[in-house]
């Protein structure tokens, strides 16, 4: 057996005690299955007195990450500090600057800088891996980057924010407001410190863009994933939803048009009896669809201790096992700069729409559906008590720039009470 | 970029010639994805002059593939022949013993003689591997493996026949016979040369066996797995167990016990809204649970050339990256025999039993069901023509040993017409 390996740990909360809790406690299997033996030798957080549930006394501490990082007797640096710059990057630079290989869960930066971090390992003859920054304990950029190899990928899309499928199953559950089940979510400690992270689809966001690059050998691009959060699903659009047969679900989809690459994160309605429609909870499920394999679904926990920590046990293993693999699959030279482009596949939307208690307001609004070539499926007016009229509209399949065209001339009929609420249908 | 990776291709059928078609299309991506020109230099099948859709003329031909496993211009030996000794099993050994890595979907050699080969190819320094051998385009043995390696793993159990899962299918979606829909799908091709590894539950319990050697790091034990076929599922069954809220899959199930290794592949009842439950047709679902990190659920397509030739490729590009992982896990050595063991969880049953048309008939079964412990949660008998009457039972929670000496009393009673059928009911 060759010499132990190392790993320096940046970052002791629940992802980091996780795997210091892994590598101590299953240091026989570790070193049956992967050939080496693995040790923590030094950590580093923000805070040194503080309970863990977990003896940290036997590893070096570090107070700076960047000095953790370049540690002679740290082999692998294991970035779980998190945000996208700061210590975490400073660290991970220094990190392979001093010849480390590094494993991270951190989405964020990776989403923003994973370009020019993955040159600088490659440059240095590093890897750089990331399986626990996507969809927690699911391996899917291993999936994804090995397992389907021999496949051109068409499309990648799922549920990758466990904390927002809480909140929309917890409202349709327990017929509660997204701000009443917000509150309840936040208080459990379920949501990032900046919640508008998770609310906003940025940490989905995050976890798109970098299968993106995986999938279409492509430079990772955060910016041009179109972003919707679910902070204006209202539960009568849950409810609404579930009457015509379908939830609503916050989805991520990556897919290579003609016309460049398509990524949107955003509330879409999918049919209640699918797959994804019965995702609850914390639960994340990513569909792969390639040329050879046709579709493959992966289901398991999205966040929480114990996944993110297998995780992250899995790329330090391939390490310690001599897997080297580039950070997005291709060399990062070779990943090429795609154009974005806007979803050129059409498809029904889901449409609320408040109306002023007028005469004619109703026929107005279809026709200006209808001029901007949106044709109905479905209507339905509700008799109400305030003096707005929400109206539930089910287009017929349409282009996004049609359904946009519409919406940007429903203001002009005067009868509006508010602004449209429209939810693409997605039946994967 | 290195020398490149010369494949010789024994067996030609619809995944070889899959294999050939990857690899030739996609050269420049495999080329960049795994840093080194992958190529086909040699092939051998039975018949050489059979139009197989794809021009085969620029590689050299061997009609035996002993010899093809030898030629000096492969680098691995990719055996697509099938069949548990023979041709196959000389051509590995002869490729190992060669100096070629090997790459195989031949779950019947493995599930005999997996660790012999394994032992040979760890001695020789050569890899072994078999992703395509277990639930076709689904990246499973990779999963489990690599993905899951920070994990003790618990159970693994899914639905791995897609033949069989087809039949059940149909027998419900048609309202036909097992004998009807299994004609009806032997005419369709859909089932081996000899259905019975079909229907009989052989194919799946062959890559069963070998997922339990990669979960609990334990010799390949397919003589220990408990087997039964979908032969003796009625139309009636089913019926039933859709009227109960159920479907009935071919279910694989592998456990570690304190008293040894459960493996079992038996038609069981699932409930019909759970994701095993609404898998249709040829789709294969694998549910792999370890301590770290819970649940995690693949889904794919089980069979076929695009699926199966996609993970044929998935082990040649590993090996092309340098990425040298031991068949099982562990190195072959280090695998423990395991002592197979029942099942020691206790389930509920489902029950048919004929009986006949005789006063008390009933009474003298629930007798003998009260008498070995197993007691009735649910019983209908229905109004019938014939002289034996049906009658459906779904048991209490109870172990498997009780429920046998249940059955064992039964014909006692001289009230049976015909054998009882026994499901398990799983409630994954």
């Known amino acids: 057996m060759t010499a132990p390996l190392r790993l320096g740990i940046a970052g002791l909360g629940t992802v980091g005690t996780g795997v210091v809790k892994i590598v101590r406690q299953k240091a026989a299997l570790l070193a049956a299955r992967t050939g080496r033996h693995i040790e923590v030798t030094a950590v580093s957080a923000r805070t040194r007195d503080k309970d863990r549930g977990v003896n940290l006394s036997s590893y070096a501490w570090e107070d700076d990450p960047v000095a953790l990082a370049r540690r002679e007797d740290v082999d692998i640096f294991v970035e ?36 020019a971090l993955a040159e600088l390992a490659e440059e240095a003859g590093r890897v750089l891996r990331f399986e626990a920054a996507v969809a927690g304990g699911i391996p899917v950029v291993k999936a994804l980057t090995e397992g389907l190899a021999g496949n051109e990928i068409s499309r990648v899309l799922g549920v990758m924010n466990g904390s927002c499928n809480y909140i929309l199953t917890r409202m349709e559950n327990a017929g509660l407001s997204y ?56 539960i009568e659009d849950i409810r609404q939803a579930a009457d015509m047969g379908y939830r609503i679900k916050l989805l991520g989809v990556t897919q290579m048009t003609q016309r460049g690459l398509v990524q949107r994160m955003s509330p ?53 096992r001599g897997t080297r693999i580039a950070t997005f699959g291709l060399p990062a030279r070779m990943l090429k700069s795609a154009p974005a482009a806007r979803s050129s596949v059409p498809a029904p939307y889901y449409l609320r729409i408040s109306l002023q208690d007028k005469p004619g307001a109703l026929a107005k609004v279809a026709t200006a559906l209808g001029d901007a070539g949106v044709s ?28 946009d065209h519409a919406l940007n001339q429903l203001p002009d009929t005067g009868v509006l009470s508010g602004e449209p609420v429209a939810l693409r249908i997605e039946h994967v």
Do not use: W
Not at 86 to 113: F, R, S, Y
């Open 376 to 403: 109905i499926d479905r209507m339905r007016q509700y008799s109400h008590e305030e003096p707005t009229a929400p109206v539930l509209i089910v287009t017929h399949t349409t282009t996004r720039d049609a359904l």
């Open 268 to 320: 879409c309605l999918v049919p209640a009896d699918s797959p994804l429609g019965q995702l609850e909870g914390g639960t994340n499920m990513v569909v792969l669809e390639g040329d050879a394999v046709g579709q493959v679904v992966l289901r398991g926990a999205g966040a929480g201790e114990g996944p993110t920590a297998s995780a992250v046990l899995s790329d330090i293993a391939d390490i310690a």
């Open 179 to 234: 701000e009443e089940v917000f509150a309840e979510a936040d208080g459990l400690g379920y949501l990032e410190a900046d919640p508008q992270l998770d609310v906003g689809g940025i940490d989905a966001a995050h976890k798109l863009a970098l299968l993106s690059s995986i999938a279409f050998g492509t430079q990772v691009a955060f910016d041009n994933v179109q972003l919707e959060g679910i902070e204006r699903v209202a």
């Open 80 to 115: 779980l500090m998190g945000g996208s710059d700061g210590p975490a990057k400073a660290a991970t630079e220094a990190a392979i600057a001093a010849g480390k290989d590094v494993v991270t869960a951190n989405k964020a930066m990776l989403a923003v800088h994973g370009q």
